[in-house]
């Protein structure tokens, strides 16, 4: 299987949440919120979000996660609740194995 082939949806979404990919307009947004929250999350983050300095920064970033996602490596996932369209978080599928297929 040839997975640069598939169409992999680019949202998704619950009752109550919103799952899709990054948008370059997410960036500043996702900046203030790894400032506010830095102490919190410096032990979990992945060396990439460590040395973000600026939302330029955030922006290579998500430009990163496109190309993973249209290599069909990674694929990265803001989420946010519906009700509020607050950003509540994100998650990823990785590691796929497209002879089986599966992630």
Not at 21 to 40: F, G, K, P, T, V
Not at 52 to 79: M, N, Y
Not at 82 to 100: F, H, M, P, Q, R
């Amino acid at each position: 299987m040839n997975p640069l082939l598939l169409d992999i949806p680019i949202e998704f979404s619950s009752n109550r949440l919103l799952f899709r990919c990054y948008r370059l307009s997410d960036a500043a947004m996702y900046y203030e919120m790894l400032r506010a929250n830095w102490d919190h999350l410096y032990e979990f983050m992945s060396e990439n979000l460590v040395h973000i300095k600026s939302t330029q920064d955030v922006e290579g970033v998500f430009r990163g996660h496109q190309a993973e996602w249209d290599s069909r490596h990674l694929f990265v996932f803001g989420i946010w609740e519906k009700e509020t369209s607050g950003y509540i978080g994100e998650c990823y599928l990785a590691n796929a194995d497209w002879d089986v297929p599966r992630i």
